[in-house]
């Protein structure tokens, strides 16, 4: 049995309660535990521990109270005889050194000078009397007139001294206190003396004025205390439940009983590491001597570790000793957090028997916390490769010591695996690197007999639990399987990755590290494991085979090189988003006359839709391009076509509308040196001078394309040659960082550090404005100017006269014939003469003539009339119609470009 300290080592007997002793226990806990005049009535009775403590609290206010009374009264006391001395004096030494004094007391009469002013004085600083006399003590002044000239009663050596006095006497008008102070001429000669005083009555009054302030503070001391004090003994009562002295004892006799019973051991440590209790369990668990309690725990035999934990007063939770052949739960805390003494409180329990089950609870917790993590970190990228990886990396070392991920190659590039095909292993991890496994990336063919062979033939897991013995795994590959068993790799479950009815590879776990082969209930955790990560692994694959279609239908609509033309020096880039295929695109596109035209459009949104909507757009504006309208007309046949797609799709619920497409068209004139721009809905281009300076057009801005209802402006740009014309889609210059303006800052910054060339200008945007992770598409064309000679550019009017024909064939002929191009002269000469022979017959006036010596030798008629010429096949009989027919084979390309007022009718022919 175990004992605090000091106190006896039997335990009283305990005694059957008698039936009266129950049945008035039981009427007391019936009764409510608190009730005010019951528990007034026990304080005030003095047999509760509350009520004794509230009576001696009581008699100790009572004699404070007393005590404080009695020294506030003689403090008052003397602080009032105090103040009489110090008033007396102050009174006696200002009326003697006030003015007029001295040449009173010179004066035959001294008392009818001084005697109004010493009363006048008495009165005003409050003193009984205020007296004047000579050096021989004759009073001058003194409030009772019939004491004048008579001697003054007190001592008055000291002030014939120059020293002032202050005494108590028995006076002529009673006891008092009084100053007697010098009155000295200017030479320091005592002229008289000047005494003032206060009698004992009225200093004792401030005394007996201050008492009843001095008892109404000691009562409301006193009924504060009492206040106070029954407020403790009440809490004290509530705590105690009414409780005398010796039913506390028996109280504390049953909690030791208590605590001695239980089924777990508790133990109290002081601050210095001294045991101080140890209940009856705590002795049974540990082993402890009959005298443990009052030595130092680490001298009453306990290991060095549970000793070290309970002199360390450190908090532990549930923490496990191994004592003897018993596991024993340790719970400590300190006990002087909320202000108690210096120690540790612990508490000790056998969970030898509970540690088997809470063992094996753990190890499914463990389990559902591994398929937990499987569902929310596999497959948080729909990538093959990096989905296999998160498997691997989930499976050890939490469950196996490697893990190896197989996948048919059909599978890494998004289509259907073929079961006859080989695998390459995508995935390895493990706990260290030199583990003599396939490598990544390494291409394998299971044979039949192997796990993994069979996983992939039956669909179903294999576990082998001891590699070493299993002979169809070592089929395999001898050599590598040897060194594989050697290396201590001793156990394996392989499961096949299903999804659906495809099987599209194989997941080896392998073990090294723990001794115990793995069992039934690891491989039916490992094939749920693998389940879930073979859906995100599917989805993978789909997103892979479909991501590729997409790129494969996006870079087969977007030109794969650029036409051949001297007008521009073009060059380009295009980066698609990281989140999949969108919807940029651009074109150059060849013009009649030596023009080129520029286009970059943009449909907002990723995916097939958006890629299939951008190639509609590109065929429609190199459709329209053909027929050589003016950007605004273009853009506005264009916004009509997106308006009627967007009809058509609206009525089939499994298509979506074209929302967010915009479109920037240029046409550039090496002829004239303009480049007419017309946008919808795109951002302005940018123009690089010759001399660095970079600005953006200012080019009317359109609805985007679709919306219809609005026109569309267009502006005419002069562009020196050597001039660089920069277009661009919305994901080079925004983002979700900032917004639009900041981006096209960030652009011209660039635009102004590029190099000449379009190739350096195209490198050096994107290295500044290109992002880590691109959101969205960018398509960028740098186009530098170029102008064609006015050497190679010949011009003629030509009258309204039939007979101008042969005059435009002669210079024709002269002009080829400069330019080194003779062989031509016959085909240009023809094909001027029916093309002006038209425009005279059926155009109007005023009628131009313009041959251009570019790439090809271009030939054109301007007429004022807009009638559209028709190419015709002329019968055998038909006498006309052949002119444009001989014009289409003789020239390489044809055709009409219409202006506000006239048209014009060109011809290219190859350079010979």
């Known amino acids: 049995m175990v004992r605090l300290r000091g106190r006896s080592r039997t335990r009283p007997p305990q005694r059957p309660g008698t039936a009266a002793s129950v049945r008035r226990r039981q009427r007391r806990d019936a009764r409510p535990w608190w009730r005010p005049a019951a528990g007034l009535r026990s304080v005030l009775s003095g047999r509760s521990v509350a009520g004794q403590v509230f009576v001696l609290h009581l008699v100790i206010v009572l004699l404070l109270v007393a005590a404080a009374v009695v020294a506030l009264v003689l403090q008052v006391q003397r602080d009032s005889a105090q103040e009489a001395r110090n008033r ?36 005003l600083a409050d003193v ?68 003032a005083g206060i009698t004992t009555e009225n200093v004792g009054g401030a005394a007996e004025d201050q008492l009843p302030l001095v008892m109404s503070a000691a009562l409301a001391a006193l009924a504060l205390a009492v206040g106070g004090a029954a407020l403790v003994s009440r809490r004290l009562l509530r705590q105690t439940h009414g ?21 777990e051991g508790v133990i109290i440590v002081d601050g210095d590491g001294t045991l101080m209790l140890a209940n009856d369990e705590a002795h049974r668990l540990f082993s402890l001597p009959g005298d443990a309690e009052g030595r130092h725990v680490l001298d009453i035999g306990l290991d060095p570790e549970t000793a070290g934990l309970l002199s360390s007063g450190r908090v532990a939770t549930d923490e496990v000793h191994r004592v003897g052949g018993r596991l024993l739960a340790l719970n400590q805390r300190p006990t002087d957090r909320a202000g108690g003494p210096p120690g540790s409180v612990a508490t000790v329990r056998d969970s030898t028997e509970l540690r088997a089950l809470s063992g094996r609870a753990e190890a499914s917790r463990e389990r559902l916390d591994m398929l937990y993590r499987a569902g929310v970190g596999i497959g948080t990228s729909l990538d093959v490769t990096r989905t296999a990886g998160e498997l691997t990396e989930l499976a050890v070392p939490r469950f196996a010591d490697f893990a190896t991920v197989d996948l048919f190659e059909q599978v890494l590039d998004g289509g259907h695996p073929d079961a006859a095909g080989a695998l390459r292993r995508t995935a390895v991890t493990g706990i260290a690197e030199d583990a003599p496994l396939y490598p990544r990336d390494e291409k394998i063919r299971f044979v039949g007999s192997s796990p993994q062979g069979r996983s992939l033939a039956t669909g179903r897991p294999v576990l082998e639990p001891r590699l070493g013995e299993a002979s169809g795994w070592q089929a395999q590959d001898v050599e590598r399987s040897g060194q594989v068993v050697d290396y201590g790799i001793h156990s394996l479950i392989t499961v096949p990755l299903r999804a659906g009815a495809l099987v599209l590879g194989v997941v080896s776990f392998w073990r090294s590290g723990k001794p115990e082969p793995f069992d039934a209930e690891e491989l039916a955790l490992a094939e749920e494991l693998v389940a879930r990560a073979a859906v995100s692994i599917d989805n ?208 011209r910054e660039a635009l102004s550090r590029a190099g000449d060339s379009p190739e350096d200008t195209c490198r050096t945007v994107l290295e500044s404005r290109r992002p880590a992770r691109a959101a969205d598409d960018i398509a960028l064309i740098v186009a530098r100017t170029r102008a064609l000679p006015a050497d190679r550019i010949a011009e003629w009017p030509v009258p309204s006269d039939p007979a101008a024909v042969g005059e435009v064939r002669a210079a024709v002929t002269r002009k080829l014939a400069e330019w080194g191009l003779e062989e031509l002269t016959f085909g240009t000469e023809l094909i001027l003469s029916e093309l002006v022979t038209n425009a005279l017959r059926y155009g109007g006036s005023p009628i131009q003539v313009r041959m251009l010596h570019d790439r090809n030798l271009i030939c054109e008629v301007y007429d004022s009339s807009s009638t559209s010429p028709h190419l015709r096949y002329a019968t055998m009989t038909d006498e006309g119609g052949r002119g444009l027919f001989l014009v289409a084979q003789l020239a390489e390309r044809w055709g009409t470009r219409y202006f506000p007022a006239g048209k014009v009718i060109w011809a290219e022919q190859p350079l010979p």
């Open 128 to 195: 009984d009397f205020v007296v004047v006399m000579n050096t021989d003590g004759i009073r001058y002044t003194h409030p009772k007139p019939d004491r004048i000239g008579r001697q003054f009663v007190g001592t008055i050596e000291p002030a014939l001294a120059g020293e002032p006095v202050v005494e108590e006497i028995d006076g002529t008008i009673g006891e008092l206190v009084q100053a007697v102070v010098p009155v000295k001429d200017t030479d320091g000669t005592v002229m008289g003396l000047v005494s």
């Open 540 to 747: 993978a694959r789909r997103y892979t085979r479909e991501h590729s279609m997409a790129v494969t239908l996006q870079r087969s609509l977007l030109p794969r090189s650029l036409p051949e033309q001297s007008a521009l020096e073009v060059a380009y880039r295009y980066l698609p988003a990281q989140a999949g295929v969108g919807g940029d695109w651009f074109d150059v596109l060849p013009l009649s006359g030596g023009r080129v035209a520029l286009v970059v459009g943009d449909v907002v949104g990723h995916g097939l839709h958006a890629a299939a909507t951008m190639g509609r757009l590109r065929t429609a504006v190199h459709n329209f391009s053909a027929l050589d309208l003016p950007p605004d007309e273009l853009l506005a046949l264009l916004d009509e076509l997106v308006a009627r797609i967007d009809q058509d799709e609206a009525q089939d619920e499994h298509s979506a509308p074209v929302t967010g497409a915009t479109c920037l068209y240029a046409v550039y004139d090496p002829v004239s040196r303009r480049c007419t721009v017309a946008r919808a809905g795109h951002p302005p281009p940018a123009v690089v001078r010759p001399d660095g300076s970079v600005e953006f057009a200012d080019v009317p801005v359109g609805p985007p394309l679709g919306l219809g209802g609005l026109p569309f402006d267009s502006a005419d740009l002069e562009l020196p040659e050597g001039s660089r014309l920069v277009l661009y889609t919305d994901g080079l210059v925004e983002d979700r960082d900032h917004d639009i303006d900041v981006g096209l800052e960030q652009l």
């Open 88 to 123: 007396s004096l102050a009174v006696a030494e200002t009326f003697a050194s006030a003015p007029g004094v001295v040449e009173a007391l010179r004066s035959p009469d001294p008392t009818a000078v001084l005697q109004p002013r010493a009363e006048a004085a008495r009165e």
């Open 243 to 263: 409780l005398g002295p010796h039913e506390m004892t028996r109280m504390y006799e049953h909690h030791d009983a208590v605590l001695h019973a239980v089924r």
